[in-house]
């Protein structure tokens, strides 16, 4: 056990981890200076659950283990808890040290006053932490389940629990950071009782033992099933092929994954306002989210995350498309080089053209007028960052599982919409676009981009299951 | 118009920790060229290149008399290629894969696809995430084979196939050949069958190529020779012998003929004891090592 922490300390802390003791230190320094400030104060209680979702669950949980790990002699068990100490004690250690660290170089009536807030911040981080790795506990069971009739079953099965495990983890402690008592002195005897429940489980959690993968038969057609297609009454790109089939499959998946993400991104705003007694009704709320973007004078600055957070499932349809997971095949078709570095630059403008169409169509549908402006220039920066994003990745493919991270430097252009000039976005987006191709021709012709990726795949299986 | 199918001339390509070439390779049309080499020798990076998947440092590549970069979609029309990295997963079923590729190529023959889909036993609607290893290199011969390209190039096309299939996909490959006149490019270290089938061979190792010609030729020019000298004669730093055994006087050694004979050998003072024909397994394993 002891082996297998330090082998994961080398594997799995890196970078991240410091990023974000240094954000915990920038909080709780911050918090220190306005030491008279709830809001500032619970600021910073919530961006340490959030880093701590993020560094624990999320970064260590979630990605992969080389299978060679499993030939060793080591029990799924204490795989699970040296995991799960990474996973929880791992973040609230290195926060809690941003945090002290932060406090130290406080100005204020001292930092030993502040040692309540950061001890149940710690305990906050841990039980957040802990009870997500029994959400990771519950999504493995989910993986297990073995339906046999509907194909589609399973895939929700996964994906559901996953974006509400995945997408709420980030975004719960926003909900609450208004209720979380700040001290321990503010504890009521509900709170106090909800921590002590939340504690317990957190702590259950270690000593779970991780079930053996099911095996990946259970969607295997029927030994023998020949060569005969049975087609789906669902395909609808039957008699397409070629790339204009890729091109509708890869369309089709972009927009439903989008349009998936983007309501269910709907549903969490509208309970976040209601939540927070915000909710704004009709045309209002769709102002607050910025999809009245056409109508300039309708827009409106409110600066609250959900705002964002539809613009965020948005920019992730401009960027799902799988190209870079086929790319060694596309290479080998007849298909030059030039096309493919087009194709790929190129996507997102067509992504993004889809999303302007559906934004006035509901405009249309909303206020009933015509546009005031198409934003051309938002348009063609939100194409320049997806094509950037999309190169980025393709050129790095580490920097995939930090895919998020463009997704959240992509969506805040939104609300800038009427603070730059549209020339600045038009020069932006161009600069962009540009960027993408020459990054997208060096990639297509290093000898790496073909390599490595399928085999790691391979090499590799989510460790939790 | 060159009469060769594939032919490589001076290739280069410098990565950190390894050097390509120079690298010259002729692969003459309707051959099935046999490219072994060590793991790590450059095989799947000279293939690669072939397709572009990375850019020469120097050095020329032909296919069909194509220049495989100016003319690079005009060549792909009449190149297919297998390999282990292929992946389909994306598509989702095994006859949405069939349905993306047969596009590209007007020539895609449905029937031969369900022929050949039954002989090496992959289904229409088989999930291609629940594919064995060995059933997606069936599946990427599949879509390389149903479009009767003019060349095939075939990059450790045998691996994780059972006995059985790699039969099946040896019968089809000397089918297409014999037919059409096509020609085979394959990569793979099942060195048994790359003697049973191919017809040519190239031995590549650290970057270049120690040999290459038409496998009889190959196999004629190296014998596996038994010797005995004294420790005074310099056998080993004799030209175009590779040792392969020492056991005080008594040695085994391999001999390439194009460079010495066994006359010469035995005007260094070594008394022969035997030798004996050479097996591509046994040629790959002295050379491999030296």
């Given at each position: 056990m002891r082996l297998l922490l330090k082998d994961m300390l080398r594997r799995k802390f890196r970078w991240p981890f410091a990023v974000f003791a240094l954000s915990a230190m920038g909080y709780w320094w911050a918090a220190g200076w306005h030491h008279d400030s709830a809001g500032v104060m619970q600021r910073a209680f919530r961006a340490s659950l959030v880093a701590a979702f993020l560094l624990g669950p999320l970064l260590i949980a979630?990605?992969?283990?080389?299978r060679a790990v499993w030939h060793m002699p080591i029990s799924r068990r204490d795989h699970w808890r040296a995991t799960w100490l990474l996973a929880t004690v791992g973040p609230t250690l290195i926060l809690g040290t941003g945090k002290l660290l932060g406090l130290l170089f406080t100005p204020g009536p001292g930092w030993l006053n502040f040692l309540s807030s950061v001890s149940l911040s710690a305990v906050y981080d841990f039980v957040y932490t802990g009870i997500a790795c029994g959400g990771i506990i519950?999504?493995?069971?989910?993986?297990?389940?073995?339906?046999?009739?509907?194909?589609?079953?399973?895939?929700?099965?996964?994906?559901?629990?996953?974006?509400?495990?995945?997408?709420?983890g980030m975004l719960w402690p926003y909900l609450f950071r208004n209720r979380l008592p700040i001290r321990w002195s503010d504890l009521a005897p509900l709170s106090g009782t909800t921590l002590a429940a939340g504690l317990t489980i957190a702590v259950a959690t270690y000593f779970h033992t991780p079930q053996p993968p099911a095996p990946g038969?259970?969607?295997?057609?029927?030994?023998?099933?020949?060569?005969?297609?049975?087609?789906s009454p669902f395909d609808w790109m039957h008699g397409l092929t070629g790339l204009w089939r890729l091109l509708a499959r890869e369309y089709l998946f972009s927009i439903g994954l989008g349009a998936f993400l983007v309501l269910t991104s709907g549903l969490l705003v509208f309970v976040a306002g209601t939540f927070?007694?915000?909710?704004?009704?009709?045309?209002?709320?769709?102002?607050?989210?910025?999809?009245?973007?056409?109508?300039?004078?309708?827009?409106?600055?409110?600066?609250?995350?959900?705002?964002?957070?539809?613009?965020?499932?948005?920019?992730?349809?401009?960027?799902?498309?799988?190209?870079?997971?086929?790319?060694?095949?596309?290479?080998?078709?007849?298909?030059?080089?030039?096309?493919?570095?087009?194709?790929?630059?190129?996507?997102?403008?067509?992504?993004?053209?889809?999303?302007?169409?559906?934004?006035?169509?509901?405009?249309?549908?909303?206020?009933?007028?015509?546009?005031?402006?198409?934003?051309?220039?938002?348009?063609?920066?939100?194409?320049?960052?997806?094509?950037?994003?999309r190169s980025v990745t393709l050129r790095w493919p580490r920097l995939s599982s930090w895919?998020?991270?463009?997704?959240?430097?992509?969506?805040?252009?939104?609300?800038?919409?009427?603070?730059?000039?549209?020339?600045?976005?038009?020069?932006?987006?161009?600069?962009?676009?540009?960027?993408?191709?020459?990054?997208?021709?060096?990639?297509?012709?290093?000898?790496?981009?073909?390599?490595t990726r399928t085999p790691k795949q391979a090499a590799m299986q989510p460790h939790w299951s | 118009m060159s009469g060769n199918a594939i032919e490589i001339r001076g290739l280069e390509k410098a990565f950190p920790a390894f050097a390509l070439g120079p690298l010259d390779l002729t692969v003459p049309r309707g051959a099935i060229y046999g490219f072994v080499g060590p793991n790590g020798s450059g095989k799947t990076t000279t293939i690669d290149l072939i397709f572009g998947m990375g850019t020469?440092?120097?050095?020329?590549?032909?296919?069909?008399?194509?220049?495989?970069?100016?003319?690079?979609?005009?060549?792909?029309?009449?190149?297919?290629?297998?390999?282990?990295?292929?992946?389909?997963?994306p598509w989702g079923k095994v006859h949405k894969a069939v349905a993306f590729v047969r596009g590209f190529y007007p020539s895609w023959d449905q029937q031969y696809c369900e022929r050949l889909m039954t002989a090496l036993d992959v289904g229409a609607n088989d999930p291609i995430v629940t594919l064995s290893f060995g059933a997606r290199i069936k599946l990427a011969l599949i879509l390389a084979l149903?479009?009767?390209?003019?060349?095939?190039?075939?990059?450790?096309?045998?691996?994780?196939?059972?006995?059985?299939?790699?039969?099946?996909?040896?019968?089809?490959?000397?089918?297409?050949?014999?037919?059409?006149?096509?020609?085979?490019?394959?990569?793979?270290?099942?060195?048994?069958?790359?003697?049973?089938?191919?017809?040519?061979?190239?031995?590549?190792?650290?970057?270049?190529?120690?040999?290459?010609?038409?496998?009889?030729?190959?196999?004629?020019?190296?014998?596996?020779?038994?010797?005995?000298?004294?420790?005074?004669?310099?056998?080993?730093?004799?030209?175009?012998?590779?040792?392969?055994?020492?056991?005080?006087?008594?040695?085994?050694?391999?001999?390439?003929?194009?460079?010495?004979?066994?006359?010469?050998l035995k005007l260094l003072g070594v008394t022969l004891v035997a030798d004996a024909p050479v097996t591509l397994e046994e040629l790959f394993v002295a050379l491999g090592r030296a």
């Open positions: 979630f990605a992969p283990e080389p519950v999504l493995a069971r989910s993986r297990h389940a073995r339906p046999s009739t509907w194909l589609l079953l399973p895939r929700l099965v996964v994906i559901i629990p996953m974006a509400l495990l995945v997408g709420g038969s259970w969607t295997r057609a029927a030994p023998g099933s020949g060569s005969t297609t049975r087609r927070m007694q915000s909710s704004e009704g009709d045309g209002g709320f769709l102002a607050m989210q910025h999809l009245l973007l056409f109508d300039p004078s309708l827009t409106v600055q409110r600066g609250q995350v959900f705002d964002l957070l539809i613009w965020l499932a948005l920019f992730v349809t401009t960027l799902v498309s799988r190209f870079p997971e086929i790319i060694r095949h596309l290479r080998v078709l007849p298909v030059g080089a030039l096309r493919l570095n087009l194709l790929l630059v190129l996507w997102p403008a067509l992504m993004v053209l889809t999303i302007w169409m559906a934004l006035l169509a509901l405009h249309l549908a909303v206020l009933g007028t015509p546009v005031g402006s198409l934003r051309p220039g938002l348009f063609l920066a939100l194409v320049g960052a997806s094509a950037i994003a895919f998020f991270i463009f997704v959240i430097s992509g969506g805040p252009m939104v609300r800038m919409v009427d603070d730059i000039s549209a020339w600045w976005f038009v020069a932006l987006g161009l600069a962009g676009i540009a960027a993408a191709a020459v990054l997208n021709h060096s990639t297509l012709t290093r000898s790496a981009t073909y390599r | 020469k440092d120097a050095g020329s590549i032909d296919v069909l008399g194509l220049d495989h970069l100016k003319d690079e979609v005009a060549m792909k029309r009449q190149v297919a290629y297998v390999g282990p990295d292929l992946n389909f997963a149903a479009w009767r390209p003019k060349v095939l190039v075939l990059d450790e096309p045998t691996v994780g196939l059972d006995a059985i299939s790699k039969q099946v996909v040896f019968t089809e490959l000397l089918a297409a050949v014999q037919d059409e006149d096509r020609t085979v490019l394959i990569s793979s270290h099942g060195l048994s069958d790359v003697e049973r089938f191919a017809d040519h061979l190239g031995m590549i190792k650290d970057g270049r190529m120690l040999f290459e010609g038409a496998t009889a030729d190959v196999i004629a020019r190296f014998r596996v020779v038994d010797l005995v000298a004294t420790g005074t004669i310099p056998v080993a730093a004799h030209p175009g012998v590779v040792v392969q055994r020492r056991d005080g006087e008594r040695w085994r050694v391999l001999v390439d003929l194009q460079r010495t004979s066994l006359e010469r």
